[in-house]
């Protein structure tokens, strides 16, 4: 069974610059999530879809950040314009469904890194 | 509002030893804890997690500890082996299927 894919998986911008995050969960798997990892802290949630539906987006900064999920397969999130303190890794993950939330399985990640 | 708590970053340890990672949260509604695992340019990945309904599961060599009372839980490896080396999350979730995760404890296993 393939596991997450994510890519780019590094990137490194100037502030005021724009980027986008691709995700690809795996097969079947209903839920996604987008997490940020600042360097030194656990991954916060900053999106959860639910097939294609928005689940919850209350830690989602939404002046700068956007995400969806077309289709309910693939999501992309973006950063537009990127700030100095969105440096950090930012993490996908997919479950089944969500009350399988510890079966979370992450992607590797994208590091990004604003100049 | 760190909700979930690691207070140690790094813990090293001899080959075959126990380890033990410590986790302390203040949210007294969280009903399921978990551990996560991360080497370097991975995501992590699910260890071992417990309801709040129990104070102790067993997994192998890993054991994870649950005290309701004091809000706190813990993961003893043992014996830790040079693969155990990693990056280690407690997450805790809560009653929307969120998840709160604390900063990490990085294991070193010394052989």
């Given at each position: 069974e393939a596991?997450?894919?994510?890519?780019?998986?590094?990137?490194?911008?100037?502030?005021?610059?724009?980027?986008?995050?691709?995700?690809?969960?795996?097969?079947?798997?209903?839920?996604?999530?987008?997490?940020q990892q600042i360097l030194g802290q656990g991954p916060k949630l900053l999106i959860q879809f639910q097939?294609?539906?928005?689940?919850?987006?209350?830690?989602?900064p939404k002046d700068r950040f956007s995400a969806e999920r077309l289709k309910g397969v693939d999501s992309t999130l973006k950063i537009q314009p990127?700030?100095?303190?969105?440096s950090a890794v930012y993490l996908c993950a997919s479950s089944l469904s969500q009350r399988q939330f510890y079966e979370q399985y992450f992607g590797p990640g994208t590091r990004l890194t604003v100049t | 509002d760190q909700q979930v708590k690691q207070n140690s970053p790094s813990l090293s340890v001899q080959e075959g030893r126990i380890s033990i990672l410590n986790c302390d949260y203040t949210n007294s509604m969280f009903d399921y804890f978990l551990w996560y695992k991360k080497y370097p340019a991975e995501g992590p990945t699910f260890l071992i997690s417990i309801s709040s309904i129990k104070d102790k599961n067993e997994d192998g060599r890993f054991t994870v500890f649950l005290n309701k009372s004091a809000k706190h839980l813990?993961?003893?490896?043992?014996p830790s082996q040079p693969g155990d080396s990693a990056v280690y999350f407690c997450a805790a979730r809560h009653d929307d299927y969120k998840l709160s995760f604390g900063a990490g404890t990085t294991v070193t296993v010394r052989a």
């Open positions: 596991g997450v894919a994510q890519s780019p998986r590094y990137k490194i911008i100037e502030k005021r610059q724009s980027v986008a995050f691709w995700c690809n969960p795996i097969s079947g798997h209903a839920t996604l999530y987008w997490y097939n294609n539906g928005v689940v919850d987006d209350s830690q989602l990127a700030k100095l303190e969105d | 813990s993961l003893h490896i043992v």
